[in-house]
């Protein structure tokens, strides 16, 4: 299979579902030694699962439909999405050689002392928008010239770390988001408490830079 591009991806169907299998099981294999985030692989399993289930039925005669084309097509967009980041995470990691990215049918890296990318050294602006129904979105941005600045330098950036926690707990939650954006749906009990939350921005190598100042936000 021909690499071409920093960010190649087989344009053919088939070809681009045997790809992507061919980066899951060799990230699976060695998932500890390339210290790949949990979260990261169950995401990139879950993705797989649904491209590949979509991509049968619209290879049998007699499922394919005018819907099971809609899904494959959201499914393979979505999965898609996913790999323009995840390479950067590859690339970034130096515990990943560029034999396995060879192998995996990724363009190794041409210039290797611009790998890994150092971690953001400024913290994001943070900004909640409080719904109705016990969620609470919080979007994040880039400062600059004293003004925010809605977009990520890939692959400078690989996207934002959301801490979180409800005032009076013990311990923070994280998740990690490849967009600008992350909605957090809480239980109805949880109404009319009040959540804290922080951020951070992270490189390909999932390494978080400076955390953000400390928001308070009441549940709804």
């Known amino acids: 299979m021909a690499v071409q591009g920093k960010r190649y991806m087989p344009t053919r169907e088939g070809e681009f579902v045997a790809w992507a299998k061919t980066i899951l099981r060799a990230c699976t294999e060695h998932q500890h030694e390339w210290g790949l ?6 995401q990139f399993t879950q993705l797989m699962t649904e491209a590949d289930n979509a991509y049968r039925a619209n290879s049998n005669k007699i499922l394919k439909n005018r819907l099971s084309v809609i899904a494959k097509n959201d499914t393979f967009r979505a999965l898609r999405q996913f790999l323009r980041t995840f390479l950067y995470t590859l690339l970034g990691n130096l515990a990943v050689s560029n034999e396995s990215l060879t192998a995996m049918g990724v363009r190794p890296r041409v210039h290797p002392a611009k790998f890994p990318t150092p971690v953001p050294d400024e913290a994001p602006e943070t900004a909640a928008v409080v719904g109705q129904n ?6 994040v941005s880039q400062p600059r010239f004293g003004r925010p ?15 979180y926690k409800i005032e009076g707990e013990a311990e923070w939650k994280q998740i990690i988001s490849t967009k600008l954006h992350h909605t957090l749906i809480f239980e109805q009990d949880d109404r009319g408490k009040f959540l804290l939350i922080q951020a951070a921005w992270v490189n390909p190598r999932i390494q978080n830079g400076v955390w953000s100042e400390e928001k308070r936000e009441l549940i709804n």
Do not use: N, W
Request: cysteine-free; charged content about 20%.
């Open 134 to 139: 016990h969620e609470v979105t919080v979007y």
């Open 37 to 42: 985030a949990p979260d990261l692989m169950t």
């Open 149 to 163: 600045v809605e977009s990520l330098k890939k692959p400078h950036y690989y996207g934002f770390l959301l801490k």
